[in-house]
T-cell receptor, first 114, second 119 residues
Framework: QQQVKQSPQSLIVQKGGISIINCAYENTAFDYFPWYQQFPGKGPALLIAIRPDVSEKKEGRFTISFNKSAKQFSLHIMDSQPGDSATYFC?????????????FGKGTKLSVIP | AAGVIQSPRHLIKEKRETATLKCYPI?????VYWYQQGPGQDPQFLIS???????DKGSIPDRFSAQQFSDYHSELNMSSLELGDSALYFC??????????????????FGPGTRLTVL
């Protein structure tokens, strides 16, 4: 059972466009939702994270939108650049869910074309 | 800023051999997590340690064991290696939440990984 569902699996965006990746979770005990960026052969790098007490968080070109009632959250990348081409993982964790282990979505491969 | 250090970065082993992966967390971080990532897959949680004690266990095979030492570094020991163990192994570290404070104990920072190839 996939506790965190991520879509789309792949995404192609024109340079300067907006990239949107969506995630939905099952476990209401989750209370921390990070996004990680991963380049091939490298470790996941924390991009931005949100907790359920806010509906939106913005850091530079990256914005997380969070809908607690729908159990959904999304990543928006504004003014997408070719250097943003990578795989993006949403994740969730929470002490109430048992531990702080991260449960990841399946990932979205983003390609930003010039 | 100092990051998580993992060694070795690449490791090639034969079936049925053993392997030891090492992880050095960010200074002052007291919690270590191990994840396994197969090709084209998302990272899967294996095991975690807080203050040198095992704090949680995920889908870690019985052939694997791990520990955290007094200097907070951790080692993942893998025995009777199988072809299916070929993967990227990541260590992540965090600073545990303290009671009564708004902490970020669940914020995990990943290392560069160890690529294990079993032939």
């Amino acid at each position: 059972q996939q506790q965190v569902k991520q879509s789309p699996q792949s995404l192609i965006v024109q340079k300067g466009g907006i990239s949107i990746i969506n995630c939905a979770y099952e476990n209401t005990a989750f209370d921390y939702f990070p996004w990680y960026q991963q380049f091939p052969g490298k470790g996941p790098a924390l991009l931005i994270a949100i907790r359920p007490d806010v509906s939106e968080k913005k850091e530079g070109r990256f914005t997380i939108s969070f809908n607690k009632s729908a159990k959904q959250f999304s990543l928006h990348i504004m003014d997408s650049q070719p250097g943003d081409s990578a795989t993006y993982f949403c994740a969730a964790s929470g002490a109430g869910a048992g531990s702080y282990q991260l449960t990841f979505g399946k990932g979205t491969k983003l390609s930003v074309i010039p | 800023a100092a990051g998580v250090i993992q060694s070795p970065r690449h490791l090639i082993k034969e079936k049925r051999e053993t392997a030891t992966l090492k992880c050095y967390p960010i200074p002052r971080h007291d919690t270590v997590y191990w994840y396994q990532q197969g090709p084209g897959q998302d990272p899967q949680f294996l095991i975690s340690f807080y203050e040198k004690m095992q704090s949680d266990k995920g889908s870690i095979p019985d052939r694997f064991s791990a520990q955290q030492f007094s200097d907070y570094h951790s080692e993942l020991n893998m025995s009777s290696l199988e072809l299916g163990d070929s993967a990227l192994y990541f260590c992540a570290s965090s600073l545990a939440l303290k009671t009564g404070t708004s902490g970020s104990g669940d914020t995990q920072y990943f290392g560069p990984g160890t690529r294990l190839t079993v032939l």
